[in-house]
């Protein structure tokens, strides 16, 4: 609960981000040259210098999402796409995808890789070998 105004607010409960999937997400995102894990304010993201790279966490409707930086056609996509996909209120660059059983991990895999490079300074993002386009 919380106090603002002399009224009381119930904050509904955000999940902890389970293990199996966080581990998961560590697999490919700490392979990243320089790319290092933090608690955010919900959830954990991972970060390149001071730009991040990628933030899970669990929502108040109890699943969760990752978000990423993005190239401008796949902006316009994951825009029109619908769930799982979804587009960002803040930034130009920022979507996200819900996480759950039906996730395809190779299309994430190459998403996570794309939001490193587009974040990372150009010398680290030139190390990186890109995943071949799945869309």
């Not at 560590?26 to 991972?46: F, H, Q, T, Y």
């Not at 994430?108 to 995943?131: F, G, H, M, N, W």
């Amino acid at each position: 609960m919380s106090v603002a105004s002399g009224r009381v607010f119930v904050v509904a409960e955000r999940p902890d981000v389970p293990a199996k999937l966080l581990r998961r997400l560590r697999k490919v995102l700490d392979a990243l040259p320089d790319c290092e894990i933090e608690d955010a304010w919900v959830g954990v993201r991972w970060r390149v210098r001071q730009q991040t790279v990628a933030h899970v966490a669990g929502g108040e409707d109890g699943k969760f999402r990752i978000t990423l930086r993005a190239e401008p056609d796949e902006v316009v996509a994951f825009e029109h796409l619908g769930e799982p996909y979804f587009r960002c209120d803040w930034g130009h660059n920022v979507v996200g995808l819900i996480l759950d059983e039906r996730t395809d991990w190779d299309e994430l895999v190459e998403l996570l890789t794309d939001s490193y490079c587009i974040q990372a300074p150009a010398k680290l993002a030139d190390t990186v070998s890109r995943p071949e386009k799945s869309r």
